[in-house]
């Protein structure tokens, strides 16, 4: 029930798709002759705040205190038992249809897992990504990146597949049912920068201790350094990342699903739950 109710809240209350639905009521008020001036006014102030949000570069703000919660990973020497990749980066049904990969603006997940097999030649690779959407089964993304790895010479027993996994939440129970990370075990998770605060404090709570391995930054990190966007679309998909992120920050932490509000460095690296 969690998940669809947060799916279909989330379609109305995505910044694009609220702004775009904003200027649209203001017109059909427009369409009242005594409210007429007062729909105009309401369409015509939610287009400039759509061109604002789209150019200034609001979003990054948003972002950069998610992206900058976590340390770039940097080998120490230690031994890596496994990596966790999380989903997103392939675009599942695309894939299945053209009997390619077809990676999606996130593809950085994909690409440093990829690196990070080989830097660990020993470490096991599971790959968390199902298929489940609000109108039914899709397709799951898990197996499709598992075959595209084996391609690339990446030993198959080393592959683990979990595709049932529609969110974050199930991402952490599911990949620890599958993997049962032994106590003392080191575990690398793969996932966007701005996604790791969420991720590891849920993989935590799921008694799955993770080193965090942020990928796939969308700002430089610096909040002096930010510049306007070139197209009003790229700063609205940005947008809509950064609160998403920061709205689901606050529901799994209010579902207790994660024991901080915003999981930091001393959130990571706990004991597996027995």
Known sequence: MFYYVSKIAWFFATPSNLLISLILLGLMIALVPSARSLGIGLALSFTLATAALGLLPIANYILIPLENRFPPFHD?????????????????????????????????????????????????????????????????????????????????????IEDRSRTTYENAVFSREIAKPKEGE?????????????????????GFPVVPYPVDYRTSGSVTKQRFFAF???????????????????????????????PGPQDAGGKVSR
């Open 76 to 160: 120490d020497g230690k031994p890596v038992d496994g990596i966790i990749l999380l989903g997103g980066s392939v675009e599942a049904a695309e894939s299945a249809a053209r009997g390619t990969i077809v990676a999606n603006e996130s593809a950085e997940r994909l690409i440093d897992t990829i690196k990070l097999a080989h830097l660990y030649p020993k470490a096991r690779i599971l790959i968390s990504g199902g298929g489940g959407t609000v109108f039914g089964e899709g397709i799951a993304e898990a197996p499709i990146i598992a075959s595209f790895l084996e391609s690339l010479g990446i030993d198959r027993a080393r592959l683990i």
């Open 186 to 206: 080191r575990w690398l998770l793969v996932t966007s920068a701005w996604h790791m605060p969420r991720s590891v404090g849920i993989f935590e709570k799921a």
């Open 232 to 262: 009003i679309s790229d700063g609205l998909r940005r947008l809509d990342i950064g609160t998403k992120e920061w709205a689901g920050l606050v529901a799994y932490y209010a579902a207790g699903r994660t024991s901080a509000l915003l």
